[in-house]
């Protein structure tokens, strides 16, 4: 069978939800025993969103094979529980390069390189990558940004050149917006067809519309949008505010998304979706037995973007303890010694969020502080993790002034330190330890209890690492190395034993929880979270 090909382009106004939707569909393709995968194509010029500040573009998240992506593969994998990997996200920076590489090695034969054909054919080229490779059934592919951008212009035009060259193998799928005017109390239309149009003008004509919107449409609205913009009454999806964005692949279904698709591609329908897991999970989230105030503590809190993967693996945390967790999210540049208490009294657990640079640090390890010194389970996560090392440094073994040298390069107690291999590193892009590692946890652990085995592989993304020179100090004054990397010794893991339940990770255990296959660590906490709470209940 050759690969289908679904494009999901977006109009009206940016951040619609063309992630959740893709994600959605691909679900439930899966589910009816296809082989889907998602990829993004951002229309920005850096070549990965790994040297943006996440006030600019939000969480960096890194697949297993080392790629700096955008979020939504994040979302693409918690829904299908796929890795994705470089292939699966694109940048006009990444195009650009390799056509200007091709320049320069003459792959072009001295004719002039332009937007048409040399760009727009290495679009296309990365667009079928996927499918031609790895031989999938259905290759998704979401197009950053809005219909009328400038920069997404190239990515349309490759679009519209697939769709003549692939005929009946591809569609396209638009997503806009239908706002509802509470003055006449109306519903309004009028910008999908302006946003239609627009995708007309560059000579893509969408399959199937999907309309975000506040508030149910009725027959007569569905009818005067397929009239207006060319598709067929069944090829107008509602996609209605719901409270989580895991109940989107079930009001997909509901409305037929993925019937529609099917037909207009060709494919046999199969097996109604198995969705028995999914709903299973949406009820334990929506009829939770207890709850738990959770701090993250960070230094982008203002953007809940910047932590999307951890709110997300607290979800699915929670939903598996049957416990709501109510996350509230402190700027680390705000705590102090003094404020501890107050900032902290009604919160059962803290985390303490990976970051670059020496903004909020102290603020961090305030928080670190006051978890260890008043039982309140912790977890810290990369620079989280190494903020504890530096807080028992100072606080129990009473290194004057130990730090991290990403913090203070003259420190006399470089507690955390540079990595061996980064030392001669210069350029910023793409040069971290990136990706997945093996790891291996002790027995009588926190993490082996999570875990419930020594041999594990987790993500990481960091440049800094727990300094072994340490390490016997450290663990005779009570925080212990519970997991290293076999290869470099590279402590993975470090534990207070003493505490009810304080855990330090290098890596980052966000980025592989899942809807079905929550992250053992996070579980983990959230268990000792209530746990602690019900003895201070109790007493």
């Not at 803290?350 to 670190?368: E, Q, T, Y």
């Not at 980064?422 to 652990?445: A, D, W």
Request: neutral net charge; hydrophobic residues 35%.
């Amino acid at each position: 069978m050759a690969t289908k090909y679904i494009f999901v382009t977006g109009g009206v106004t940016s951040s619609l939800g063309k992630g959740i939707i893709s994600a959605s569909l691909a679900k439930l393709l899966q589910a009816r025993g296809y082989s889907v995968t998602i990829q993004k194509f951002d229309p920005y010029i850096n070549i990965d969103p790994g040297t943006l500040n996440p006030y600019e573009h939000g969480e960096c998240y890194v697949t297993e094979d080392g790629a700096e992506t955008d979020l939504d593969l994040g979302h693409y994998e918690r829904f299908l529980n796929t890795p994705t990997s470089q292939a699966n996200n694109v940048t006009t920076g990444r195009i650009y390069q390799t056509v200007i590489d091709k320049e320069r090695k003459g792959d072009f034969l001295g004719k002039t390189v332009q937007i048409i054909p040399h760009i727009t054919d290495e679009i296309k080229r990365r667009i079928k990558l996927l499918g031609t490779k790895h031989k999938y059934d259905i290759v998704i592919t979401e197009i950053g940004g809005t219909v009328g951008d400038i920069e997404s212009l190239p990515y349309i035009e490759a679009v519209r050149q697939l769709k003549w060259e692939i005929g009946k193998n591809c569609l396209v799928i638009h997503l806009t917006l239908v706002p509802y005017l509470s003055a006449p109390g109306e519903l309004k239309t009028k910008p999908t067809q302006h946003s239609v149009k627009l995708l007309l003008e560059n000579g893509v004509q969408p399959d199937i519309l999907v309309l975000r919107t506040e508030h149910p449409l009725n027959k007569e609205l569905r009818k005067k949008v397929a009239l207006f913009c060319n598709v067929d009454f069944e090829s107008v999806i509602e996609s209605i505010d719901v409270s989580t964005i895991y109940e989107v692949p079930v009001l997909m279904h509901k409305e037929k998304l993925d019937v529609t698709v099917l037909k207009k591609l060709g494919l046999a329908m199969k097996d109604e979706p198995p969705l028995i897991p999914w709903n299973d999970f949406l009820k334990k989230l929506k009829n939770p037995k207890t709850h738990v105030n959770i701090a993250l503590v960070g230094k982008y809190v203002e953007l809940s973007d910047a932590y999307k993967s951890i709110s997300e693996s607290f979800i699915h945390a929670g939903a598996e303890n049957e416990c709501k967790v109510h996350l509230k999210f402190i700027h680390s540049e705000e705590v102090t010694i003094a404020n501890s208490e107050e900032k902290f009294k009604d919160i059962q657990g803290i985390l303490v969020a990976p970051g670059f640079g020496h903004r909020g640090i102290d603020g961090k390890i305030n928080a670190i502080k006051y978890a260890r010194e008043n039982n309140i389970p912790f977890l810290g996560i990369c620079l989280g993790m190494q903020c504890a090392v530096i807080e028992f440094g100072l606080n129990v073994l009473g290194l004057k002034d130990a730090n991290s040298r990403e913090m203070n390069r003259t420190t006399p107690h470089p507690v955390i330190d540079l990595m061996e291999e980064q030392k001669t590193i210069i350029e910023k892009g793409g040069t971290m330890r990136l990706g997945s590692y093996p790891c291996k946890v002790k027995k009588g652990t926190n993490a082996f209890g999570a875990y419930k085995k020594t041999q594990i592989n987790e993500r990481h993304r960091h440049r800094y690492e727990f300094n072994n020179s340490y390490l016997e100090q450290y663990e005779k004054a009570g925080m212990i190395s519970a997991g290293i990397n076999p290869e470099s010794e590279l402590v993975e893991i470090i534990e207070i034993p003493s505490h009810p339940w304080f855990v330090g990770v290098q890596f980052h255990p966000e980025y592989k929880s899942s809807v079905l296959y929550p992250h053992p660590i996070f579980v983990a906490f959230i268990k000792a979270v209530m746990e602690e709470n019900m003895k201070k209940l109790e007493v």
